[in-house]
């Protein structure tokens, strides 16, 4: 990776280590502090029953909103949530007659691999790539990709690897893309706090833990995550069994420990990581999103704008929203994506 390039990554990873520290003494509540006023969000909607298909590797898992002739939209979620995320959106873009499509991603619900030899990879690329055979089995050209946490990341790398394919997208979180070799940076004690799952992860009982305790995990994540959103049990509960997919806790650990160069990925997938490792810009029209109380880490606005070339506009979600975004605020969420579709 060139100097130019490292420095780039740099002042990046450094405004994310500020905003951390700002959100910590001031902001979203620092890990831990689990007495923040909540706000009320819940829904009993729920998708019609799921649809299966084979795409590249997998059989995928997706819920399917909207005529069939609509302008496709691609929701994608993070991690450790599902497509319930998506449950009060989808219905509002189906009503502006737009095709939306909601998939498990790997190692999520009803998703599975189609061939037990397949490794269990969760590196940045092959979830992206996920993305476009599962476009290709739908025989979808071209579409809107939007989401959160992974989601957000997958669609940035899916605008630049694949342009052609984007015909805009929305991200929650902004500039997500990265690489190992950039992650060796080593962050200020307060943002690496916040990275305190990531570290757990790369150890044997990390592992471990996680697959002990997977339940109780991931509702504390969400909870940090997510200061101000009263979600209740059901709510919760709802997304939990999508992780009791048999190939969750692999996934979820290789992707964590791939990020910091704990983890090998494959090597057909090098070719796509050097073109990332670049931190490319995304050049199809663009606008991001944040929650003004999102407890995970996350970069101020300013440390990612120039990543982005094409038509592009910032967003922040008022009212105590957190990480969850999408199921948050879904208006607000549904009218990024009707918005971006204009430009």
Same mark, same amino acid.
Request: no cysteine.
């Given at each position: 990776m060139s100097e130019e390039i490292n420095e780039s990554r740099r002042?990046?990873?450094?405004?994310?280590?500020?905003?951390?520290?700002?959100?910590q003494l001031g902001g979203a509540p620092a890990f831990g502090q689990a007495n923040a006023p909540r706000?009320?969000?819940?829904?009993?909607?729920?998708? $019609? &029953? /799921?649809?299966?298909?084979?795409?590249?590797?997998?059989? =995928?898992? %997706?819920?399917?909103?909207g005529p069939s002739g609509g302008t496709p939209v691609l929701l994608l979620h993070g991690w450790p949530y599902d497509i319930q995320s998506?449950?009060?959106? $989808? &219905? /509002?873009?189906?009503?502006?007659?737009?095709?939306?499509? =909601?998939? %498990?991603l790997r190692g999520y619900g009803?998703?599975?691999?189609l061939s037990s030899a397949s490794m269990?990879?969760?590196q940045q690329s092959a979830v992206a790539l996920d993305m476009i055979d599962l476009m290709d089995a739908l025989k979808i050209q071209k579409a809107i990709v939007a989401g959160f946490d992974w989601g957000a990341r997958t669609a940035a790398i899916m605008a630049v690897l694949w342009p052609e394919r984007c015909k805009a997208i929305v991200s929650v979180g902004g500039y997500l893309i990265g690489s190992p070799a950039a992650n060796q940076v080593p962050y200020p004690p307060a943002p690496t706090l916040a990275f305190w799952y990531q570290y757990y992860f790369a150890t044997e009982i990390g592992q471990a833990g996680y697959r002990k305790y997977l339940h109780d995990?991931?509702?504390?994540?969400?909870?940090?995550?997510?200061p101000k959103w009263n979600f209740d049990d059901?709510?919760?509960?709802?997304?939990?069994?999508?992780?009791?997919?048999?190939d969750h806790v692999a996934i979820t650990i290789h992707n964590y420990r791939w990020r910091i160069g704990q983890a090998d990925g494959e090597r057909k997938y090098d070719d796509l990581e050097k073109r990332l490792a670049t931190v490319p810009v995304v050049a199809v029209p663009t606008i991001t999103m944040e929650g003004d109380a999102?407890?995970?880490?996350?970069?101020?606005?300013?440390?990612?704008?120039?990543?982005?070339?094409g038509d592009y506009e910032y967003r922040l979600i008022s009212g105590g929203v957190g990480h969850n975004l999408p199921q948050e605020a879904p208006e607000a969420f549904a009218k990024a994506i009707i918005d971006v579709d204009r430009v």
């Open positions: 002042k990046l990873l450094g405004a994310t280590a500020l905003g951390i520290v700002a959100a706000r009320g969000s819940t829904s009993n909607g729920s998708f $019609a &029953p /799921l649809k299966q298909i084979n795409a590249g590797l997998l059989n =995928v898992g %997706y819920a399917e909103h998506y449950v009060d959106v $989808a &219905p /509002l873009l189906a009503a502006k007659r737009y095709r939306v499509i =909601v998939p %498990y009803t998703t599975s691999f269990r990879n969760a995990f991931a509702k504390l994540i969400w909870q940090t995550a997510s059901a709510t919760f509960e709802r997304s939990a069994a999508s992780l009791n997919n048999p999102n407890g995970a880490i996350h970069a101020p606005s300013t440390a990612y704008r120039a990543k982005f070339s």
